[in-house]
């Protein structure tokens, strides 16, 4: 085992263990919380997170990272989670963040809002991604936690149903970019509308993609 000094002195499981989530209650940590994001690589909208802390014993049968499920399998996973959950919260960085401090940062940013929206602290934050969150509660980084562990997994659900939810309701205003179907990235589709209409308010202006389409300096 390793040992990190900002993981409030815990032994961190070997990264050769399958489901560090499985390791951690074994230990008698309850208060478990599986964090994940939504929305870095897309052109348009907003990077959104969520925070799950799901009970020891939970059925979810099926759940796994949220881009290997149908739309309709992400809904109904997202019912289910939202009523089974002991705590869950979700945050978005808007557009303009993105652009200011850069996706990554915008991204770590979002997962450490949802992890202080939660009620109370968490015994040890379960990280999708090999990245530390600015965060001073336990945590570990877990590469492909999203297929890992399933409050992670219940993360990718949360945050990637509320985005598409909220681009569909973005598209009511600029219906001519089809943000109800393409969710903001980077299809032929969208490029091809870009180009014909320039980018809009929703556009991250420092990608690749839409700076071109600005009439301004590419290094914005």
């Given amino acids: ?25 074994a230990q008698g940590l309850v208060r478990l919380v599986g964090v994940d994001e939504a929305g870095r690589g897309p052109l348009a909208g ?4 969520a925070a799950v802390m799901l009970p020891p014993q939970v059925e979810l049968e099926g759940l796994t990272d949220s881009k290997r499920l149908s739309p309709g399998r992400r809904e109904f996973f997202d ?16 557009v303009s963040e993105i652009d200011r401090q850069g996706i990554m940062a915008a991204s770590l940013q979002a997962m450490a809002q949802a992890v202080q929206a939660l009620p109370g602290e968490p015994e ?22 999203d297929a890992r562990c399933l409050s992670i997994a219940a993360a990718s659900v949360l945050a990637k149903v509320y985005r598409d939810r909220q681009m569909i309701v973005y598209h009511r205003s600029y219906p001519q970019y089809n943000f ?13 509308a870009i180009r014909r209409w320039g980018p809009c308010a929703l556009h991250r202006r420092t990608f690749r993609g839409v700076r071109e389409w600005l009439g301004e300096a590419d290094d914005l």
């Avoid at 961190?12 to 951690?24: A, G, I, S």
Wanted: no cysteine; charged share 25%.
């Fill in 46 to 49: 907003p990077v959104v997170a």
């Fill in 124 to 145: 040890m934050v379960l990280v999708d991604g090999p990245w530390r969150l600015p965060l001073d509660y336990p945590q570990q980084p877990v590469v492909r936690g």
């Fill in 180 to 192: 109800a179907r393409h969710k903001g990235y980077g299809t032929a589709e969208h490029r091809e």
């Fill in 1 to 25: 085992m390793e040992r990190h000094p900002e993981a409030g002195q815990r032994p961190l499981p070997d990264q050769t263990v399958d489901d560090p989530e499985v390791w951690w209650r």
């Fill in 79 to 94: 019912h289910q989670i939202r009523r089974q959950a002991l705590a869950y919260a979700i945050q978005a960085i808007a």
